[in-house]
Structures are given as C-alpha cells and as structure tokens.
C-alpha cells in the first residue's frame, strides 16, 4: 500500500510561483508513476503532469507546457509539481495520484493511490 500526502498549496498573485510536493509513503519502484490532477469547482479532475519513477521522464499537458514542471526526489519519496506564471485560471484543488503498475497513459483517473488535495487559489 502506497499513500500520498500532499503539502504546499496556498493563495498567491497572478505571476508568483507555487511548488506544490507530494510525498509517499511505502514501497515504491522504479515502475511507480506520479501524476498531477487538478479540479476545478464543479468539474471533473484534469491530468496535469506526470513522471515516471525510475526513468525521471516527464509529460505534460498542453495547457501547462513551458510553466509548469514535474520531478522528484527519490532519496524523499517525494514528487513535486514547480507552477511558474501562475494565472487565476489555475486556481483549483491540486492532487497527486500514484500507480506502480504500467499505465499505457498517465492521463487517465484509474489510480489506486491519491493524496487528500491542496488548495491552489490565484488572485490579480
């Protein structure tokens, strides 16, 4: 069992930068992907980012491309997600989500794992 518990989130201006961290907990391998979901009111989770244990790679997607990144600490157990440029359309409820089986897709919400949320709110 893997659980996931997120911390960083906050309110802050248009332009300032947030990093939000995602750290788990139990046996995790190189196989293991961390993805980042956002929610905003109203409306379903939308797949941000995500990257891959092992290999470090990254995907993204397009709506946070050049502003938003995704890595992680192995020695922590922990992901982060670094937003840059932040907009007051990015307010939302940020989650991590975790799967240490292959996923043909990061995108989709079939993640047995998922951390509790954060609070992302962007003002003028």
């Known amino acids: 069992q893997v659980q996931l518990v997120e911390s960083g989130g906050g309110q802050v201006q248009s332009g300032d930068s947030l990093r939000l961290a995602c750290t788990a907990s139990?046996?995790?391998?190189?196989?293991?992907?961390m993805s980042w979901f956002r929610r905003f009111p109203g409306k379903e989770r939308e797949f941000v980012g995500s990257?891959?244990?092992?290999?470090?790679?990254?995907y993204y997607d397009d709506s946070v491309k050049g502003r938003f990144s995704v890595s992680r600490d192995r020695t922590k157990n922990t992901g982060y997600l670094q937003m840059n440029s932040l907009e007051p359309e990015d307010t939302a409820v940020y989650l991590c989500?975790?799967?240490?089986?292959?996923?043909?897709?990061?995108?989709?919400?079939?993640?047995?794992?998922w951390g509790q949320g954060t609070q992302v709110t962007v003002s003028w």
């Open positions: 989500a975790g799967d240490s089986r292959p996923r043909t897709t990061p995108r989709g919400t079939n993640y047995p794992y």
């Open positions: 139990g046996l995790i391998f190189p196989s293991f992907t």
């Open positions: 990257i891959n244990w092992g290999s470090g790679n990254t």
